[in-house]
């Protein structure tokens, strides 16, 4: 399984030399209080293991400022890389991991809030970028 405490320690210590730039907030998201509301969201690597993406979504578009924009990474099933990653994450590391496609996405961001939604194509999937 996952080493959280060690991750987050990793940020910490990656986030050091923005400390009058970046706050760092441990808990869980989707119950967390933050204050205010943000301009630019960040989302990398996190709904490759998210079983409920839209939880996640409409908590992220709540947190936006007007025209805020939501920058993401999805994941999406390619030949050969899917059948390698399944089996090292959902296997071997026992860490679910759930793939995406563009019209499945266009769909979540629609129903999430989000006004435009640019999908990208990448090396492992897809990176989005939201207005809100």
């Not at 050091?16 to 960040?42: H, M, N, Q, W, Y």
């Not at 990398?44 to 993406?53: E, K, N, Q, S």
Request: hydrophobic share 45%.
């Amino acid at each position: 399984m996952w080493n959280w405490p060690r991750r987050c320690s990793c940020s910490r210590e990656r986030l050091a030399r923005f400390v009058d730039r970046v706050t760092l907030i441990e808990g869980k998201f989707l119950s967390c209080p933050l204050e205010g509301r943000f301009e630019v969201l960040v989302a990398v690597g996190l709904f490759d293991h998210i079983a409920d993406p839209m939880q996640f979504l409409t908590r992220m578009r709540s947190l936006c400022a007007p025209h805020a924009s939501l920058v993401a990474s999805f994941s999406a099933w390619t030949p050969p890389k899917g059948p390698l990653r399944r089996l090292r994450y959902a296997y071997v590391n026992r860490c679910p991991i759930y793939d995406y496609t563009a019209g499945g996405l266009d769909q979540l961001f629609a129903q999430a809030g989000f006004e435009r939604l640019e999908l990208r194509p990448g090396r492992a999937g897809l990176l989005a970028w939201a207005r809100a």
